[in-house]
T-cell receptor
């Protein structure tokens, strides 16, 4: 079975500060991991995904995430926050082989950026 | 390409009423999904389809039915709406059955059941 836990339902940073959103996973099969972003009143947009090619994954808008198997983590970072980064972020793990590619989502982390 | 579209964007129902949500994709994707999003719970899978004419239950299927008569469309039905079904509903599609493939999401339907 797979599950995802996002630590912190709400994170607030100042503009220009480091963004760190935490995600831990549990998976009985090799995990494939995703970060999605949801801007207010919009659908989800893929930020980046880990598919075992490289442990450090770079995504759009300057975000990146590092897969750490020993820590079962896939934390999302951005060196310098921008006001436009304010949104809700979801970590997800892909279901096992016979589950039709379904995604199992974490609870979400709302990021606020202060001027 | 329009990507994934959802109809309607907003809807208010009374308890016991029925309705159908339509999801359409123009990317020729095989896989389609219906999720619901509730505060503090992330997105949970309701039903999904691995191809035209097929459907399968997800994590929270009770109270919902689905149909995939055409490859590009995936319908979600509520036969007798309940207040617990107040939520934001998202449709997604995916090109292939691989676990690494990206799901593309629609803009959502905000449903309120009074």
């Amino acid at each position: 079975a797979q599950s995802v836990t996002q630590l912190g339902s709400h994170v607030s940073v100042s503009e220009g500060a480091l963004v760190l959103l935490r995600c831990n996973y549990s998976s009985s099969v090799p995990p494939y991991l995703f970060w999605y972003v949801q801007y207010p009143n919009q659908g989800l947009q893929l930020l980046l995904k880990y598919t075992s090619a490289a442990t450090l994954v770079k995504g759009i808008n300057g975000f990146e995430a590092e897969f750490k198997k020993s820590e079962t983590s896939f934390h999302l970072t951005k060196p310098s926050a921008h006001m436009s980064d304010a949104a809700e972020y979801f970590c997800a793990v892909s279901g096992s082989y016979n589950q039709g590619g379904k995604l199992i989502f974490g609870q979400g982390t709302e990021l606020s950026v202060k001027p | 390409n329009a990507g994934v579209t959802q109809t309607p964007k907003f809807r208010v129902l009374k308890t016991g009423q029925s309705m159908t949500l339509l999801c359409a994709q123009d990317m020729n994707h095989e896989y389609m999904y219906w999720y619901r999003q509730d505060p503090g719970m992330g997105l949970r899978l309701i039903h999904y389809s691995v191809g035209e004419g097929t459907t399968a239950k997800g994590e929270v299927p009770d109270g919902y039915n689905v149909s995939r008569l055409k490859k590009q469309n995936f319908l979600l039905g509520l036969e007798s709406a309940a207040p617990s079904q107040t939520s934001v509903y998202f449709c997604a599609s995916c090109s292939a059955p691989g676990r690494t493939d990206t799901q593309y999401f629609g803009p959502g339907t905000r449903l309120t059941v009074l």
